[in-house]
């Protein structure tokens, strides 16, 4: 170790840092609509198995293979907590992550633990760096986690994996998989256009791309247009292609799904497809439960009635508020970025804030084992006099993404059903620091490009005032809006940073005694996981040090845990 301060400082990284900041290095700077040729870059992820020497264990893996524009994260959580109940040593890998990388992979439900993470990892990465080379660069960071996951389940001897696929299909890292036992195709819709193409028919082309020669698949209820490619993508490959309706909701006894939501029903019953055919298919089963319309295995309910999955129409009360004020800030998060997701999101949000308001709240005791968000909203809802109630929208997107189709669905839906919200909050996205860790930065460090953030309140303070936002330039090209102030209208607020609109929520609740905060966390599912993340930074900050201001050492740090794809 190196004398000085330098050196004191280089003892300071943990081994768990160490592996973040090797992480770190492999997020390339190209944009994701970059027209680089992506095939030979996928096709090089062939000589990383080779390398690696996990051709052959993959093509041992008894592998369920999801794909989807919404609801594949959901799909292969049902999927998985199904056949964990049915007693099967289960490996899932899911993207992106909401705080800790590890949360991608989970072995028997819960995320890899941090000895073993570290372990895979050198494992992996000492190899790549001792055979790649200038013509064989080191993977890119998608590329990375897929194949770590592939150790991770081949080392652990799985008897399932469930993989999720990461970004379209066709071309993505999880798609070296050459023999799965079932394919799954959740809904699909405009996402990632600048990468899958600009049509529903596009699109469905490239998540079709995971079909593999006579492997049975099936999809949800899709639009024409995608349907379409999907039935001749399937045809092409002598792939049975069933279409499988929302699961009938009496067939849980009277109990409801782990995850909340109408549009859960449609993933619980392509979770039920893909087990039920990974059972037969692997010789354990000879009923095909998809036959039987009266009644689900027990394991089957109970696998669907406790999966859980964060950042997704997840209720979390702030548990720093929760001290001084119980119940009084709220977070219901929800990481939607597409139009239809966007919509169900503001639905979902609108009936709980509604069924939260209908009865009163109690001094609840934060515990670390809260159940669902039913059962943590009725353990606030019992006893004391009600509140007032107001609503706060805590939003940002990608800026490949478009406001103009985001927002007015949700001010629209949330409108027709009676909710209105009286301060929208704009924050920066969690990716432009390009890490995979949180690094405390100087204060230079923390000046933010807000060009696009006030692009997004100009378009919601059109919507507001009766436009439709469409003629609102949204362009960051030319701009210079790097702040580090905070820039309010009177129903709208752009903040540099997340820890900062949080701390003004929890000023505003303090100010407001007979008012209770429920806030909307929509836009991209990482900010709901620095939501969380910070409310529990903050709270072990009280309890560790009283005397100090308990947000001053967090809000110098940006928000840089967040998810990658490529």
């Given at each position: ?43 090089v992820l062939f000589e990383y198995l080779k390398m690696l020497e996990l051709d052959e264990p993959i093509s041992k893996m008894k592998i369920i293979h999801v794909a989807g524009t919404k609801g594949k994260g959901s799909t292969c959580t049902f999927t998985e907590s199904i056949l964990r109940n049915c007693g099967f040593r289960t490996g899932l ?450 309890e560790s040090n009283s005397e100090e201001d308990p947000f001053s050492w967090h809000a110098a740090r940006p928000a840089t845990r967040y998810g990658m794809y490529s």
């Open positions: 170790m190196a004398d000085g301060d330098d050196g004191l400082l280089e003892s300071t990284v943990s081994p768990y840092q160490e592996v973040l900041d090797a992480l770190s290095s492999l997020i390339t700077k190209r944009s994701r609509g970059d027209k680089s040729n992506k095939s030979v870059i996928f096709d890998f899911t993207s992106p992550h909401l705080i800790d990388v590890r949360e991608r992979f989970c072995l028997d439900g819960v995320e890899i633990c941090e000895e073993k993470f570290l372990a895979y990892f050198w494992w992996c990465w000492d190899r790549l760096k001792e055979k790649t080379d200038e013509d064989i660069p080191m993977p890119t960071f998608f590329h990375f986690i897929a194949l770590l996951a592939f150790k991770i389940f081949a080392a652990e001897q799985v008897d399932v994996v469930i993989l999720e696929v990461g970004l379209g299909g066709r071309l993505d890292a999880t798609n070296v998989v050459q023999k799965p036992i079932v394919c799954g195709i959740t809904s699909l819709g405009y996402d990632h256009m600048e990468i899958l193409g600009h049509t529903l028919g596009e699109i469905a082309g490239e998540k079709a791309g995971i079909f593999k020669h006579g492997v049975p698949a099936f999809t949800v209820p899709q639009p024409e247009e995608a349907m379409q490619v999907l039935e001749a993508k399937a045809s092409q490959l002598d792939v049975p292609l069933q279409v499988i309706p929302p699961m009938d909701a009496s067939l849980l006894n009277g109990l409801k799904l782990g995850l909340e939501g109408e549009h859960q029903y449609l993933n619980a019953g392509l979770a039920i497809a893909l087990c039920s055919t990974w059972l037969q298919r692997t010789g354990h089963i000879e009923i095909n439960y998809l036959e039987q319309t009266n009644s689900l295995p027990e394991q089957f309910i109970k696998g669907l009635t406790t999966a859980s999955l964060q950042g997704r129409a997840q209720i979390v009360p702030d548990r720093c508020i929760n001290i001084e004020s119980p119940g009084d800030l709220v977070f219901y998060l929800d990481g939607a970025h597409s139009p239809e997701s966007m919509e169900i999101c503001a639905r979902w949000f609108s009936f709980a804030i509604k069924e939260d308001h209908q009865q009163p709240t109690q001094n609840y005791q934060p515990q670390d084992d809260v159940g669902s968000s039913h059962e943590l909203v009725q353990r606030y809802n019992h006893g004391i006099s009600r509140k007032n109630t107001t609503q706060i929208l805590l939003f940002n997107c990608m800026s490949v993404r478009d406001p103009h189709l985001l927002l007015p669905n949700l001010m629209n839906t949330c409108a027709g059903l009676g909710v209105h919200f009286k301060q929208a909050l704009f924050v920066p996205n969690i990716s432009v620091y390009n890490k995979v860790g949180s690094h405390a930065l100087s204060p230079t460090d923390l000046q933010v490009d807000l060009s696009w953030q006030l692009a997004l309140q100009r378009v919601w303070e059109s919507l507001l005032h009766g436009g439709d936002g469409k003629n609102i330039d949204t362009r960051e090209e030319g701009k210079d809006d790097t702040e580090k102030s905070v820039t309010r209208y009177e129903n709208s607020t752009v903040f540099p940073s997340l820890p900062l609109a949080i701390k003004w929520l929890r000023d505003s609740v303090r100010e407001n005694q007979s008012v209770r905060f429920q806030c909307s966390c929509d836009g991209i599912v990482t900010s709901c996981g620095r939501c969380v993340e910070i409310s529990e930074e903050v709270r072990r900050g009280m």
